[in-house]
């Protein structure tokens, strides 16, 4: 099992990114996607998810209106398109899989976020 995520880099506030998560290895139409970020010092936050035919998002508060969550299942591919940037969504951002039942799940190596001027 891969993921691999992408896309990362620095921005100035007000900017946008497009992390992009290629997978491999399951059977990535039956598994929730979604994207985390930890911040030095914090503790890893849910950002956002996706369920397995893209049917329902969820988003955390303060990225809501801001970011968008989308899925390619003929690619294997999660993306998690960033505008807007400010400087409190500097992180590492991962990329997860889980199953439905949540028995599995799978974890990228993360890619880093920096917002800055």
């Known amino acids: 099992v891969q993921l691999v995520e992408s896309g990362g880099g620095l921005v100035q506030p007000g900017g946008s990114l497009r992390l992009s998560c290629a997978t491999s290895?399951?059977?990535?139409?039956?598994?929730?996607m979604r994207w985390f970020r930890q911040a030095p010092g914090k503790e890893r936050e849910l950002v956002a998810e996706?369920?397995?035919?893209?049917?329902?998002?969820t988003y955390l508060d303060s990225v809501n209106g801001r970011f968008t969550i989308s899925r390619d299942n003929a690619k294997n591919t999660a993306y998690l398109q960033m505008n807007d940037l400010k400087t409190e969504d500097t992180g590492v951002y991962y990329c997860?899989?889980?199953?439905?039942?949540?028995?599995?799940?799978?974890w990228g190596q993360g890619t880093q976020v920096t917002v800055s001027s």
């Open positions: 997860s899989a889980r199953s439905r039942s949540g028995d599995d799940s799978y």
């Open positions: 290895g399951f059977t990535f139409s039956t598994y929730v």
């Open positions: 996706v369920l397995t035919y893209g049917g329902s998002i």
